[in-house]
């Protein structure tokens, strides 16, 4: 075995076993697994959220057994996230926690308030945890549409949103495979046959009446699969910059944004990116969001606790006068601390 590797069990004490982390050793866990989770705790409350976590490993063998004393099957678990497994290998056990906690939801799914329904997400897809950002989709007003588009779909919350409000047709895309499976079977069972989910880099082809878009909403290349749904590549730039080919004449895009990023200075403004695109502001619902600050621990705390979710509503620049009652958001605050600004929406409890 690599010498890196030190092979530990249930006599390793929490202190001990960040003493060979901090000198890169790799520990693969061999005792009973609820120890090995509170060993994890025990290490969470030492380093907080460092990738040094990533070095209590555990084994996996065939047909994914977890081979340790008291330790749940997480065949299942671990097929949905890696698929079929390819042989025995060791995983991180802090992403093994992740990979049980993403099943848990999928089996049990989220409750979205604005549907009255469940909503199943799959392990990697965007999930619908804090939910202000449909609030504002289910109280724009509304006249109805004959089609929508959702683009980035992710669990296929907001299509089915669209179908309930009265769409008759929704094309919903994403880029990820995964999410495109998963929007599938929440669509499947909560709005059949009025939706169709297309995996796609941004729009399907044609127009529509409504196009509808929760992006990513911070710059930024995402470390894992979790992170898809936060952090940007170009996505909202492609969006704003291909929208106005995909608009029916007289129709209107709902562009729901966090305006975090512009807060922290890692974009510029929002709105000068819509007028640069050809489009137009027809206006605006903001919200708050309700998530908890955790003032103190977070070193963003500042500038989260001024964070709006707007709801833009944009059409073509040539067919509409600009809205010059428009307010502009609430006082902005800048603070360039770090931290990691998604860590709230996707962290796995460890
Ligand atoms: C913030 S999540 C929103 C998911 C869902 N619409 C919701 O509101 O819960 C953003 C989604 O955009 C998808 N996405 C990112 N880049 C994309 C692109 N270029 N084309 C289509 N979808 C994309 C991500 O995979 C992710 O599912």
Not at 220 to 242: E, K, R
Not at 339 to 349: E, I, L, N, R, S
Request: hydrophobic share 40%.
């Amino acid at each position: 075995m690599d010498q890196n590797v030190v092979v530990v069990g249930d006599e390793i004490s929490a202190n001990h076993a960040l003493r060979l982390i901090r000198k890169n050793r790799v520990l693969v866990w061999r005792g009973d697994y609820w120890n090995a989770r509170q060993l994890l705790r025990a290490l969470k409350r030492r380093v907080g959220k460092s990738p040094l976590l990533k070095s209590l490993l555990v084994e996996l063998g065939p047909e994914y057994q977890l081979g340790l004393r008291r330790a749940p099957d997480v065949t299942e678990a671990c097929t949905q996230a890696y698929g079929p497994c390819e042989g025995p290998r060791l995983v991180a056990l802090q992403e093994l926690v992740g990979v049980l906690s993403a099943h848990e939801w999928r089996v049990r799914g989220v409750y979205v308030e604005v549907l009255g329904e469940r909503i199943h997400p799959h392990y990697g897809v965007f999930a619908p945890t804090r939910q202000d950002y449909l609030e504002l989709v289910a109280n724009a007003e509304f006249e109805g549409a004959a089609t929508a588009f959702d683009i980035g779909t992710g669990t296929g919350v907001i299509a089915i949103l669209l179908a309930r409000r009265g769409t008759q047709r929704v094309v919903a895309t994403d880029i990820e495979p995964r999410a495109v499976a998963c929007a599938r079977e929440n669509a499947e069972r909560l709005a059949p046959a009025r939706i169709q989910v297309e995996e796609r880099n941004l729009f399907p082809a044609g127009k529509a009446d409504l196009v509808v878009s929760n992006p990513p909403w911070l710059p930024g290349v995402p470390q894992s699969a979790l992170h898809a749904g936060v952090y940007d590549q170009g996505m909202l730039q492609g969006f704003l910059d291909t929208l106005p080919a995909h608009l029916n004449p007289g129709g209107e895009a709902w562009l729901v944004m966090s305006d975090l990023a512009e807060r922290l200075g890692l974009r510029g403004s929002l709105t000068e990116l819509i007028q640069r695109a050809g489009l137009q502001v027809a206006g605006r619902l903001d919200t708050r969001p309700s998530t908890r600050i955790r003032q103190g621990q977070d070193p963003l705390a500042a500038v989260k606790a001024q964070e709006i979710i707007s709801l833009w509503r944009l059409k073509q620049a040539h067919l509409h006068r600009p809205d010059t009652r428009l307010e502009p958001a609430a006082g902005v605050e800048l603070d360039h601390g770090g931290g990691d600004v998604a860590a709230d929406c996707t962290d796995a409890d460890t």
